[in-house]
């Protein structure tokens, strides 16, 4: 028979936690910025199909960095969370709050009791109708959620990004300049501007035309729109 | 091993909002679970006295498709409501009128838009118009133990489709059955009436406002000869709800439009001053 070696909870945790974060941290970075118009969301992804960002209700958004396969049935599962909640109470109900509380709650079973804990890092946001009321809330691997402000960076080389936002950054930032931020922060010091081909775009608008028949704030930018904001024409 | 657990995960890799509340969630679907109820013949079915919607008439015109419905709901001989709205927008580029018992019809109309919205999310792309148009038909199949019991829910369904570039009309039996039908189609109660008119005044090529002015003439008659259908209220200012889809996509033709279409159809019957 053989004999278990002992580990102790905190070395077990500490090896899962680095094992994730190594993994989070060999990807590309994700911006979420929230402005004016409402909040953008850029990611440094050159597939145009293999999406980091995406769709979930009216008014919230996703963004991942880390496993694609990973991330992309967290996404799924809170599009259909949102759908039943939406569908059995009210279009009203369907919060970026509860979304985010369930894949923590998600988040945190896998980290401790699956064989290996996702190697992911989410953004859920949630555009309001003034920006004091917007909700961005980051979720970890290990399923710690936190409320953010103004903005939120995940994977690569994060915390370079992050210097560029926090002196960028400024409360009546129109859409295009904040789409211009994030491809600059994305942009390796020194190197050349990233082009609109790499990179991936959303935005969730502040205000939805409702004669228009949509409620829905998610707009996606092809690379025609991207290069109009990044070049500032719009 | 592998395959089973492969099997497993595409079987749970589903695109359909319906699919995965049969699977998770059966008690939120408008018809239940969606098997059959084996009635005892001896014992007669309880009748259900409901709203019923009533007339929706559509058609095709040059650059889109229109659908218009009246606004009343019955319940036996008694006016259940005068503000009813029975056509709705199903997705960007298409819409749903609904005729039959109007609670179940409600909720299929919105389980229908959370289908079409669901899949564009999971997919990143639009559902084909003519996969819209079948799913509709498998959610009114799911609906027909409840028709059995008279409860049925009859739509149109009309889209425009992109890749044809052309407004496209599809009807349904309480089967599901699916059926496209050219030019224009009816629906409801007051079908029959709205379908006589629309075969003398619908020719090929109107106009939007053309289409717009044909199909609130269409339920003026059905209102005329149906009493469950209403015609347009100059009392109270109730026009009928109508939606267009183009190359644009939906947009619903605002009061503004229909009032004076109304008023003027209204006045030319009244000036003709003839028995219909």
Redesign the interface.
């Known amino acids: 028979m053989t004999q278990q070696f002992y580990v102790s909870p905190e070395q077990l945790m500490k090896d899962r936690a680095d094992f994730a974060r190594k993994g989070i941290a060999r990807g590309r970075s994700v911006v979420v910025i929230s402005c004016a118009d409402g909040i953008a969301l850029v990611a440094e992804n050159p597939s145009p199909?293999l999406?980091k960002i995406?769709?979930?209700y009216d008014r919230i958004a996703f963004a991942a960095v880390g496993k694609y396969n990973e991330f992309e049935s967290l996404r799924?599962a809170g599009?259909?969370y949102a759908?039943?909640r939406?569908?059995?109470y009210d279009r009203e109900d369907v919060t970026a709050r509860g979304l985010a509380s369930v894949y923590a709650q998600s988040l945190g079973v896998v980290f401790t009791a699956e064989q290996k804990p996702f190697e992911v890092e989410l953004a859920v946001v949630e555009v309001g109708t003034t920006q004091a009321q917007d909700h961005l809330y980051r979720l970890t691997f290990d399923g710690s959620i936190a409320d953010e402000h103004h903005f939120i960076v995940m994977g690569g080389l994060a915390e370079n990004v992050a210097a560029v936002m926090t002196d960028g950054w400024n409360a009546g930032m129109t859409m295009s300049a904040a789409v211009r931020l994030a491809a600059a922060g994305l942009t390796p010091a020194g190197a050349p501007a990233l082009p609109a081909e790499a990179l991936e775009a959303a935005v969730l608008q502040r205000s939805v035309h409702r004669?228009?028949?949509?409620r829905?704030a998610f707009r996606r930018l092809d690379d025609g729109e991207l290069v109009a904001l990044l070049t500032g024409e719009v | 091993m592998q395959d089973r657990s492969l099997d497993r995960i595409a079987a749970n890799?589903t695109s359909s909002?319906v699919e995965?509340?049969r699977r998770?969630?059966p008690e939120?679907l408008p018809f239940g679970d969606g098997g059959l109820v084996v009635q005892d013949s001896r014992i007669p079915l309880p009748v259900v006295q409901a709203p019923h919607a009533t007339t929706i008439v559509a058609l095709i015109f040059s650059g889109g498709v229109l659908m218009a419905g009246d606004r009343r709901a019955t319940m036996g001989n008694v006016i259940a409501s005068r503000h009813i709205e029975k056509v709705f927008?199903a997705d960007?580029y298409s819409v749903l009128g609904i005729a039959g018992t109007a609670g179940i019809a409600l909720d299929l109309t919105?389980?229908f838009q959370?289908e079409l919205?669901?899949y564009e999310?999971?997919e990143?792309t639009r559902l084909s118009l003519d996969g819209k148009a079948n799913r509709l038909g498998a959610m009114i199949r799911g609906n027909l133990p409840m028709a059995l019991q008279g409860l049925a829910v009859v739509p149109l369904f009309a889209g425009f489709d992109t890749v044809l570039g052309a407004g496209r009309l599809f009807s349904y039996d309480v089967t599901g059955g699916r059926y496209e039908e050219q030019e224009h189609h009816t629906v409801g109660s007051g079908s029959v009436f709205a379908r006589g008119a629309l075969k003398k005044i619908w020719r090929p090529g109107l106009s939007e406002a053309e289409a717009v002015a044909v199909s609130i003439e269409a339920l003026y008659d059905a209102a005329d000869d149906d009493s469950a259908t209403g015609g347009p209220d100059a009392v109270r200012q109730i026009w009928p709800v109508v939606y267009s889809v183009t190359h644009d996509?939906?947009?619903?033709i605002s009061e503004a439009e229909l009032g004076p279409v109304a008023s003027a159809l209204i006045a030319s019957r009244s000036i003709a001053s003839r028995e219909a």
């Open positions: 199909s999406h995406g769709e979930i799924q599009i259909r759908d039943v939406g569908y059995s004669d228009a028949g949509t829905r | 890799a909002f995965h509340l998770d969630r939120l927008p960007h919105r389980l959370v919205e669901h999310k999971i990143g996509g939906v947009r619903r």
